[in-house]
């Protein structure tokens, strides 16, 4: 066969696209597929203790006991006939077992202002508590604080609260492997480069590895998604974060509000809030950085049909979050769990069978209706990950439907895994 190109010019391609390949690598390196939360709970600091968790998982037993149980749940979240009874069965399951996946304990708007002896008192009192659960064993799988802001009114308050409870907990063990910590209201990938140098002098003071301490930023400005040179400065502030940033978490009612967007509409669906966070999607495509959702202000309280309004409302948008590619959100009251996972396990049910048949079909290199290509089968592979992960679907039907089981779907969350 007939060449053109010598070696040189193939060297100097290699030579001049190496640095390149270098910052690709480094920048975007690809989810590690490791288990995210479907949800982060926030609760004041004020009102934390240990044990917690499972007492939300009461109160929403509670909640559903009294309004009819599961069947009128499932009515309200809009989950299928044939998916009612293992859906039913894993919420149930999953309120006694683990009803909260991420806890993070709320220091800043959740709180309020304090005295600062207070405010010392009150992180010191939740970090104590918080390795009071990981002693006994009930701590949440994920867990942290959320600190108050680097603006200049709030920085010294933050930086202190965030000094305490990261040196009490290194000071009375090991950090807990979920331990993430959240910066809000961030303006300026300054706060972010300042946020990355705090971790590393509390890291070497703390006697604590390099990189262990990661956090997420919380997307509640403009001027983190657009900033005054017209950039959108959110995929800066990932990159600035030196590879600590493990999430963007969108601010529901602070970003709406400063946009002069009225109560009443203040909503995670406004079409202010699906630009958001389409640009904060793009900006973490490829890096590894998680996205969740923000929250819904209408509780399920009240009488009967106040309760399965609100779970109607918080199902509905819960899967309308899913189906955008959104897999966590905030939750703000123990009766918003049942509606959680109810709409979090009827997704992943009905999904389950069709892709669980495309990607063994695309394993099996067998023809059908769809041709999918490697980044598709990653995706079907990441959807069934979630499921297992989230406890929607279990490991064996997993194996018997697609023909993989969990280790060789990890495998498949890598470019080269899906290919070969």
């Known amino acids: 066969m007939r060449t053109s190109l010598d070696p040189t010019t193939l060297a100097a391609v290699e030579s001049h696209l190496t640095a390149a390949d270098e910052h690709l690598a480094r920048a975007y390196p690809g989810d590690d597929g490791s288990r995210q939360p479907v949800h982060t709970v926030y609760v004041p600091a004020d009102r934390y203790h240990a044990g917690l968790a499972h007492e939300w998982g009461e109160q929403a037993r509670r909640l559903l006991a009294d309004h009819g149980g599961t069947g009128v749940l499932l009515d309200a979240v809009g989950v299928r006939a044939d998916l009612r009874d293992v859906v039913a069965s894993q919420v149930e399951e999953k309120l006694s077992r683990e009803p909260v996946e991420d806890l993070r304990v709320d220091l800043e708007d959740g709180y309020g202002d304090h005295p600062d002896d207070d405010e010392d008192r009150t992180v010191l009192a939740a970090a104590t508590a918080l390795r009071q659960d990981v002693a006994a064993g009930t701590a949440t799988p994920f867990l942290g604080i959320r600190f108050k802001s680097f603006e200049r009114d709030t920085r010294a308050r933050g930086l202190r609260t965030l000094d305490i409870f990261v040196s009490e907990l290194a000071g009375t063990g090991e950090l807990p492997d979920g331990l993430v910590v959240t910066l809000p209201k961030v303006t300026s990938v300054e706060q972010v480069e300042a946020m990355v140098l705090v971790c590393d002098r ?158 063994q079909a695309y394993v099996r290199k067998q023809e059908g209706a769809v041709m999918d290509e490697p980044a598709t089968a990653r995706a079907l592979a990441w959807f069934l990950r979630r499921g297992l992960d989230c406890g929607a679907l279990g490991a064996d039907e997993v194996s018997d439907r697609a023909g993989l089981g969990p280790a060789d779907l990890s495998r498949m969350l890598t470019p080269s895994g899906a290919e070969s």
Request: hydrophobic residues 40%; glycine residues 12%; charged residues 15%.
């Open 202 to 359: 509390l890291e070497v003071a703390a006697g604590l590895p390099a990189g262990r301490i990661r956090f997420e930023v919380q997307i509640e400005t403009p001027q983190a998604i657009l900033d005054s040179t017209g950039t959108a400065m959110v995929a800066r502030l990932v990159h600035a974060g030196a590879g600590r940033v493990s999430g963007l978490h969108y601010g529901t009612y602070d970003y709406s509000a400063s946009l002069g967007i009225g109560a009443a509409y203040q909503s995670l669906e406004h079409p202010a809030a699906d630009h958001a966070k389409a640009v904060m999607q793009l900006a973490v495509a490829g890096t590894g950085v998680r996205l969740s959702d923000g929250s819904t202000n209408v509780l399920p309280v009240g009488d009967g049909d106040q309760v399965r309004i609100a779970w109607a409302n918080h199902g509905r948008l819960v899967r309308r979050s899913l189906e955008r590619g959104y897999y966590q959100g905030w939750d703000m009251h123990p009766g918003h769990l049942p509606s959680r996972f109810a709409a979090t396990y009827a997704f992943f049910r009905e999904g389950f069978a069709p892709a669980a048949a495309r990607l």
